[in-house]
């Protein structure tokens, strides 16, 4: 005996109603949905409990992680929130202070020299400056005496190799230093100066010293005075 093939109409939503809903699907709709699929499901072929039940627990399960990841966002946006905060508080106090940053870029003045300060991790007894400018061109390379592990100065007078006065403008340095043996030694280099400013951009801090803009997160070390401190090795005269 022949089976007629069963058929059933689906009325699909206008584009007006499908326009009206919004993206994500809820479980009223995946539930609607899963009516739908049974309703015209193959009569000869019919799906397993199962596998509904399978259906419905993903779905469940994503909803679950949509609302994990949504709680997580908001706590995230909160805590930059009060992160930025504090962070500014923190800064402004900081104006009119003494800092010490981890940095490598000073500012010539007109006839003026810096001092170019650095913390050996240990004794050296070979140590090289090479200062640069802007555009990343040697200026000068100078030499210094040993040295022991701590905080050390080097007096740049602002002069080029040929002794002729450099512009008034940016540079950096580099140090690069020896111990007896010839092994590397690692040198960081930092920069001293009082907070004059504080700016905010972007949602990043930055604090003004010395004509530079410095991230909060350099800084090393604060002092109340706002007197020049010296540091533990003293200023040294250049060589070469």
């Known amino acids: 005996m022949a089976i007629d093939a069963i058929t059933s109409t689906f009325n699909a939503p206008s584009a007006d109603q499908i326009g009206s809903r919004q993206d994500s699907l809820d479980r009223l709709d995946f539930l609607q949905m899963l009516m739908a699929q049974m309703r015209n499901q193959d009569p000869m072929s019919p799906m397993e409990s199962q596998e509904y039940a399978a259906q419905l627990a993903q779905f469940s399960s994503v909803q679950e992680l949509t609302a994990i990841k949504a709680a997580l966002d908001e706590s995230l946006s909160m805590n930059l929130l009060m992160t930025q905060s504090i962070n500014g508080n923190l800064a402004a106090a900081l104006v009119g202070k003494t800092v010490r940053a981890q940095n490598n870029a000073i500012e010539i003045a007109s006839g003026s020299g810096a001092d170019l300060r650095f913390r050996l991790e240990s004794a050296a007894t070979e140590i090289q400056v090479t ?19 701590g905080d ?27 111990d007896a043996d010839g092994a590397e030694v690692a040198a960081t280099t930092y920069v001293e100066g009082i907070v004059t400013a504080v700016n905010y951009a972007g949602g990043a801090v ?11 997160g350099d800084i090393i070390s604060v002092t109340s005075t706002t007197e020049e401190n010296s540091t533990e090795g003293g200023n040294s005269s250049l060589n070469g």
């Open 152 to 178: 050390t100065a080097l007096n740049w007078d602002g002069r080029d190799a040929d002794g002729n006065r450099v512009p008034a403008g940016s540079y950096t340095f580099e140090v690069s230093a020896k």
């Open 206 to 216: 930055t604090l003004t010293v010395n004509g530079h803009e410095l991230l909060l």
């Open 131 to 149: 200062v640069r400018d802007a555009n990343g061109e040697v200026v000068r390379t100078l030499t210094m005496s040993p040295k022991n592990a």
